[in-house]
């Protein structure tokens, strides 16, 4: 499959089989996230990938909906800022975050080309992800991802049109 015929497959996926999640794939998208551009290929990111059964309670104060539990795994995509790289322009935005989200795309590409179904989450409580998971208070989670064998349908898309968001040579 051609790599846009992939991104256009991708959608959120909130209906899950039971069916576990192979380690060699789970492996592979991880793998594909390794591989991700980051600035200065500093690769301030960490990912901690939760099997759900069993522990849908302490998820459901993450995120309180049913779905992201009955996901076979979540993943947190976790920047650490300490780690970024910094732009030396005198406004000092550290790309941490940024190069975060860029993993965690490649992450749910990969998954996507192995069959896999996932749901971007930023909607949780940072508070609650710090205290369930064991996260430090230096390091910033950024996104969720629910894993596991799609059991629906993807909807349509509604996207703006290319010259909405696309400016040439200038503003």
Not at 36 to 51: D, E, H, L, S, Y
């Amino acid at each position: 499959m051609e790599l846009l015929d992939l991104i256009k497959t991708r959608y959120s996926v909130r209906k899950y089989k039971k069916d576990p999640v192979e380690d060699e794939k789970l492996n592979k998208l991880l793998e594909a996230a390794c591989f991700a551009p980051t600035a200065g290929n500093r690769q301030p990111i960490k990912f901690i990938v939760v099997k759900t059964e069993g522990k849908e309670e302490d998820l459901k104060k993450i995120y309180p909906a049913n779905w992201f539990c009955e996901a076979r795994i979540v993943i947190c995509a976790c920047a650490l800022p300490e780690d970024g790289w910094v732009r030396r322009d005198g406004k000092g935005k550290n790309y941490s975050e940024v190069d975060t989200a860029i993993a965690m795309d490649h992450l749910i590409l990969e998954a996507t080309s192995l069959g896999l179904g996932t749901c971007w989450i930023a909607a949780f409580d940072v508070d609650a992800a710090h205290d369930v998971l064991g996260i430090p208070e230096d390091v910033v989670p950024v996104v969720f991802t629910t894993l596991g064998y799609p059991d629906d349908k993807p909807g349509s898309k509604i996207r703006k049109e290319l010259s909405e968001i696309v400016r040439y040579e200038k503003w």
